[in-house]
Each structure stands twice: as structure tokens, then as C-alpha cells.
T-cell receptor, first 114, second 113 residues
Framework: GQQLNQSPQSMFIQEGEDVSMNCTSSSIFNTWLWYKQEPGEGPVLLIALYKAGELTSNGRLTAQFGITRKDSFLNISASIPSDVGIYFCAGQERPMDSNYQLIWGAGTKLIIKP | NAGVTQTPKFRVLKTGQSMTLLCAQDMNHEYMYWYRQDPGMGLRLIHYSVGEGTTAKGEVPDGYNVSRLKKQNFLLGLESAAPSQTSVYFC????????????FGEGSWLTVV
């Protein structure tokens, strides 16, 4: 099945640094979602995007729906230790009210160096 | 504040054994899903249900069966476990069939030896 190309696979950063990650697809998406998963837990939704070009923030997190509708970006500003986890992008090709499948990226593991 | 609850959390099976994972949600959601998560693969949909008494195949349904006899429960069965089914399994539910309302359980770690 189709998967999203999510990069980077992992990031080792210093506390206080900004973080950027992205997802690309070979097909056009109508919805882009960003989730965070902490150890021993299921993914939790961070940001949902529904329109090309849309830029949405959730605290220090900002995500954008690419204008080609084939990519999305997540930025975290001034990282803190609790940002550690795996970040997943997910996309949906069809409108929300149709038969659907969310397609997931492989995740970006964020590690913050002490 | 239960949300989505999965049992068991950990299980070790021998090849060929059968088992059932139970998922329960207390949010009165219509839609329920079973995913598996493998390193470097993200989440892959196994089966899903759009309502009580209905089930449908997802991306990787082979080797699994599901049942939704009650709205709040979604069972995932492995009839004859194989080592390739070693994975972390996540149940999820949503009121609408859209990603922004999907809630995940904490996961079930299954090892098949």
C-alpha cells in the first residue's frame, strides 16, 4: 500500500533548538494530520490541516499544508525535553466524508541531547 | 477518563496459537479501527468497522479476523499466530470517519515465537 515519505527518520538536537520535519506523497491529499507518540502510548493528534497553503499553530508547533497538496511540514520552535517522542504525519486522499483510509508516514524520532 | 482501552497489554504466543485482542471504547463512537505498528513502517490499518455488526478490510488484513458485536467493543483475532505478526497493535475509535477525531488506545505488544 501507499506510504508517505517522512523525513528525517530521527533527529538529535539540543534543547532550545528549532525542529523541522516533512512528509511528501506521490498523490494529492485533501487532509494532512500530525500526531505525536510517546513511549508506551498511542499517537495523539497535534494539528489537522484541510486546505492547501493552510498554516496552523498549536503552541510552539506550526504545521503547513503544502500548496501542491503533496506535502506537509511540521516545525517545533525552542524545543524542550517533553518534545521527545515520535512524530507521525498522516494523510487522507479523499474528502473526509467518503470511504477513507489514513495513510501514515514512518515517523520522525526526536531526541533531545541534555 | 478511560477513552480507548486495550487488553492485554503484553502477550507472548507460540507459532500456531490463537488469541484475541479486546478493544473497548466508552465514547459512543461509531467507527473503530485496528492498526499494527512496526519499526520503520508507521501505522498500517488491519481492519475497521463503521458501526455495530459491520467490519471491513484495511491495508493488511491477512491472518486476522475481527468482530463488532457491540458498539463499544472491537475484537481482533489471530487464528494461527505467525512470527510475522509480532508487532504493536493499536485500537482506535472515532465519531466521524475522519482523522481529526481519532483516539488511540495505549497499544498491545504481541510477540510470536
Amino acid at each position: 500500500g501507499q506510504q508517505l515519505n517522512q523525513s528525517p527518520q530521527s533527529m538529535f538536537i539540543q534543547e532550545g533548538e528549532d525542529v523541522s520535519m516533512n512528509c511528501t506523497s506521490s498523490s494529492i491529499f485533501n487532509t494532512w494530520l500530525w500526531y505525536k507518540q510517546e513511549p508506551g502510548e498511542g499517537p495523539v493528534l497535534l494539528i489537522a490541516l484541510y486546505k492547501a497553503g493552510e498554516l496552523t499553530s498549536n503552541g510552539r508547533l506550526t504545521a503547513q499544508f503544502g500548496i501542491t497538496r503533496k506535502d506537509s511540514f511540521l516545525n517545533i520552535s525552542a524545543s524542550i525535553p517533553s518534545d521527545v517522542g515520535i512524530y507521525f504525519c498522516a494523510g487522507q486522499e479523499r474528502p473526509m466524508d467518503s470511504n477513507y483510509q489514513l495513510i501514515w508516514g514512518a515517523g520522525t524520532k526526536l531526541i533531545i541531547k541534555p | 477518563n478511560a477513552g480507548v482501552t486495550q487488553t492485554p497489554k503484553f502477550r507472548v504466543l507460540k507459532t500456531g496459537q490463537s488469541m484475541t485482542l479486546l478493544c473497548a471504547q466508552d465514547m459512543n463512537h461509531e467507527y473503530m479501527y485496528w492498526y499494527r505498528q512496526d519499526p520503520g513502517m508507521g501505522l498500517r490499518l488491519i481492519h475497521y468497522s463503521v458501526g455495530e455488526g459491520t467490519t471491513a478490510k484495511g491495508e493488511v488484513p491477512d491472518g486476522y479476523n475481527v468482530s463488532r458485536l457491540k458498539k463499544q467493543n472491537f475484537l481482533l483475532g489471530l487464528e494461527s499466530a505467525a512470527p510475522s505478526q509480532t508487532s504493536v497493535y493499536f485500537c482506535a475509535s472515532s465519531q466521524q470517519i475522519s482523522g481529526n477525531t481519532i483516539y488511540f488506545g495505549e497499544g498491545s505488544w504481541l510477540t510470536v515465537v
